[in-house]
């Protein structure tokens, strides 16, 4: 059975671009999200980033799915006056524009939260409302830049340059502030009384890079109190994943037709690994530590390794992973990664003749039922005469707002 896990949840979203993901998963989670948009174009992230599919930014597709769109100039009276009424009457409020627009129009978190208590504020924005840097333009790239998560460099040219695997910031900030909005909620629902909560994108990038960031601030105290780990030999290595590039039992390998990554780290899955390749002879003098055994350094065996990868195929390899209970994983890419049997396996794709284009939907699954899907993102202002109605505004007066442009 479909089910909505927030359903009678209410929550009104002012929100340009990307800070509009965390209505995005609310709405996927099937709380009843009104996305409040300016008359005319509406959220402009219709007309940015890349790939257009039928003419609409695929960002919009993703992020506008299951979103209500109410048509409404905020910048009048009468559409503030009508915004403060949708608001007073929903649980949850997401504000992801620049600090101030709101609460300049008699709509900010503390006017409105003073007539509806129970309400819950959540603002998304790129540094925070406070600190020197809340006031400072930005978009995605910027919040993992800020984070440490650019890898720089100099192209064939000699320009700077930097390479981004996958934005952080943008893509986390949106499930701490519904995790966030849930939990406040649920409190709401005890206690009657709500709260704002305020995240930073940027933040939400450096929090997921919590062991590199740590890391680094630990290596600011004596050698000898924070060592390396002893399995290694206990020297220092770069915090995080960089410090990846002298393991050999944790490490990236060619196969016959890709990659693959063996992490046989621990005794157990080493001398597993061996015998299962019919190799004993890679233990060498001794099965190496009981855990956290990188091999680090130990650039014979890695050649041994390269020349043993490249015999299989990268799904040869998983399956021995599987039959040797040996933690071999495929490496794939953005694209590949479709064709993988895992994901195949996992993945139901909300597709592209009900949704505009083929998307991924929130990967959370159920047991014993189904999450209903959401609808496909709407155009701007479609569903302005049904929610202004549900508020009990009379057709005439509709009509007239309609006819003065505050609504669209």
Known sequence: MAIRLLEGVRVVEFALLEAGGAGTVLADLGADVVKVERPGGGDYIRRVGWPFVHGVSLMHHHLGRGKRSLALDIQRPEGARLAARLIEASDVVIEGMRPGVLARRGLGSAEMRERRPA?????VSGYGTTGPYAGLAAHG????AWAGGLRLGTDERGFASAGLGVPLGTRVAPLLAASAIVAAVLRASRTGQGCAIDIAQAEAAASVDWLTIEGHRAHLRPETEVTGNPSDGGVRREPGTAGMGGSVRYQVYRSADGHV???????KFWKRFCHAIERPDLLGDGPGGEVADHALGDHRLRAELTDVFRTRSTADWVR??????VPIAPVNSPATLPDDPHFAA???WLPADAYGADLLPLPVHLEDDELARPA????PGQHTDEILT?????DAELSGLRESGVVG
């Open 261 to 267: 990554l063996i992490m046989a780290t621990e005794r």
């Open 390 to 394: 549900e508020l009990g505004v009379p």
């Open 346 to 348: 996992r993945t139901d």
């Open 141 to 144: 790239v910027a919040f993992d």
């Open 376 to 379: 496909p993102a709407a155009t």
């Open 320 to 325: 021995l992973g599987l039959t040797a209970d």
């Open 119 to 123: 309400l819950v504020w959540c603002t």
